[in-house]
């Protein structure tokens, strides 16, 4: 694609960015809110500006551009789910709640990516994802006064979630003082924004079934299936916990140094924390099941987007492929590999 087009595209999608902000903060595309207009345009072009400059010497087929390509279809994924999650929902003014809140999720992300890609910073970006799950759940509790208890334990599992691991992952990266993750991606205006972009998508489906529940227009009793969402949901979430105080305890041992752990949870599987992630949020599906009808058991892709993202593309993967560089040739590394399962919880056979 020539880059000319790409650099007219970019500020296409800058205008775009804008209206969704200004829909997000007044509930209409054409009503002004002048300075932060200007911020929002200025500030976007400024940014495909320096990006165009990069790309004058870059060969027609890298990174960036297939991080562009990505672009579009990320926000289509978004657009369908906004739109099948949105029947049979409240609405504000004439915008759906769901929609208005899928809004939100990306307009947070975009809005400090202008600060992350001009500082060449990651620090904030997992604790963005946190505020912005705050964010979203606070909208939709607020906007379809949600009063219905269903509504608001789905809201209170979200946010104490939320709030736990942001505070737990922006410890993290400001004792590490970086995330090797992005020592490449933030150098790439495409990539990074993709990576933020994502961020917002992966905060929209993961909270999309609990989010039509919350915003549905039907009242329907926790019942017994809600309490088995509630009690998957504390077992996922105690294990999620358990777990990540165990690699901090053990990294903050000098002792251990240079080694990998292989005690307490982390005997029973490779990656304990995502198992207990995955298990919460099915339980926040089972959860949210009953006040579903229609075109909204569309957004029970929430669990399987969280199963697919940690166990395929952006979780597990990595690590796996860290580690295996990290301690592939160590004999003790690879026999805890064999014996070891690299999700799901087994009990360690006594040696």
């Given at each position: 694609m020539?880059?000319?087009?790409l650099?007219?595209?970019?500020v296409?999608?800058?205008?775009?960015?804008?209206?969704?902000?200004r829909t997000?903060?007044?509930?209409?595309p054409a009503s002004?809110?002048?300075?932060?207009?200007a911020?929002?345009?200025?500030?976007g072009?400024?940014l495909?500006q320096?990006?165009y400059?990069q790309e004058?010497?870059?060969s027609p087929?890298?990174?960036?551009?297939?991080a562009?390509?990505?672009?579009?279809?990320?926000?289509?994924i978004?657009?369908?789910?906004?739109?099948a999650?949105s029947?049979?929902?409240a609405?504000t003014?004439?915008?759906?709640?769901?929609?208005?809140?899928?809004l939100l999720?990306?307009?947070?992300?975009?809005?400090?990516f202008?600060?992350?890609?001009l500082?060449?910073?990651?620090?904030?970006f997992?604790?963005?994802?946190?505020v912005?799950y705050?964010?979203?759940?606070?909208?939709?509790?607020?906007?379809?006064?949600?009063?219905?208890?269903?509504?608001?334990?789905?809201?209170?599992?979200?946010l104490?979630?939320a709030v736990?691991?942001?505070?737990?992952l922006?410890?993290?990266?400001?004792?590490d003082?970086?995330?090797a993750?992005?020592?490449?991606?933030?150098?790439?205006?495409?990539?990074?924004?993709?990576a933020?972009?994502?961020?917002g998508?992966?905060?929209f489906?993961?909270?999309?079934c609990?989010l039509?529940a919350?915003?549905?227009?039907?009242t329907v009793p926790?019942?017994?299936t809600g309490?088995?969402?509630a009690?998957?949901?504390?077992?996922g979430?105690?294990?999620?916990?358990?777990?990540d105080r165990?690699?901090?305890?053990f990294?903050?041992?000098?002792?251990?140094?240079?080694?990998f752990i292989q005690?307490?949870?982390?005997a029973?599987?490779r990656?304990p924390?995502?198992?207990?992630?995955?298990m919460?949020?099915?339980?926040?599906?089972?959860?949210?099941?009953p006040?579903?009808?229609?075109?909204?058991?569309?957004?029970?892709?929430?669990?399987v987007?969280?199963?697919?993202?940690?166990?395929?593309?952006?979780?597990?993967?990595?690590?796996?492929?860290?580690?295996?560089?990290?301690?592939?040739?160590d004999?003790e590394?690879?026999?805890?590999?064999?014996?070891?399962?690299?999700?799901?919880l087994?009990?360690?056979e006594?040696?």
């Amino acid at each position: 694609m020539d880059r000319k087009l790409l650099f007219g595209l970019g500020v296409i999608g800058v205008i775009a960015a804008d209206l969704v902000v200004r829909t997000v903060l007044t509930g209409s595309p054409a009503s002004g809110i002048g300075l932060l207009d200007a911020v929002i345009v200025i500030g976007g072009i400024a940014l495909i500006q320096r990006w165009y400059k990069q790309e004058e010497t870059a060969s027609p087929n890298t990174p960036d551009r297939q991080a562009l390509i990505r672009l579009p279809v990320i926000l289509a994924i978004g657009g369908a789910v906004a739109w099948a999650g949105s029947q049979g929902g409240a609405s504000t003014g004439a915008l759906p709640v769901f929609a208005l809140c899928g809004l939100l999720a990306f307009a947070i992300n975009w809005v400090v990516f202008v600060h992350a890609y001009l500082a060449q910073t990651e620090r904030f970006f997992d604790l963005t994802g946190s505020v912005t799950y705050l964010s979203v759940v606070g909208t939709a509790l607020v906007l379809s006064d949600a009063t219905q208890p269903r509504a608001l334990l789905l809201g209170t599992l979200v946010l104490v979630w939320a709030v736990r691991l942001g505070s737990f992952l922006f410890a993290r990266i400001n004792r590490d003082g970086g995330d090797a993750r992005f020592d490449e991606l933030k150098l790439s205006f495409p990539r990074f924004l993709g990576a933020w972009t994502l961020q917002g998508l992966w905060v929209f489906l993961t909270l999309a079934c609990a989010l039509a529940a919350i915003t549905s227009m039907s009242t329907v009793p926790i019942g017994r299936t809600g309490l088995v969402g509630a009690v998957t949901w504390a077992v996922g979430f105690s294990i999620e916990v358990v777990a990540d105080r165990q690699k901090r305890r053990f990294r903050e041992d000098p002792e251990n140094a240079g080694r990998f752990i292989q005690g307490g949870l982390w005997a029973w599987s490779r990656h304990p924390n995502y198992f207990g992630e995955i298990m919460l949020w099915f339980g926040v599906a089972i959860l949210a099941l009953p006040e579903l009808s229609g075109w909204q058991y569309v957004t029970l892709v929430s669990p399987v987007f969280v199963y697919l993202l940690l166990t395929r593309v952006s979780g597990i993967p990595l690590l796996e492929e860290r580690a295996e560089k990290k301690w592939g040739h160590d004999p003790e590394y690879r026999a805890y590999r064999d014996r070891t399962p690299v999700l799901f919880l087994r009990r360690p056979e006594r040696a």
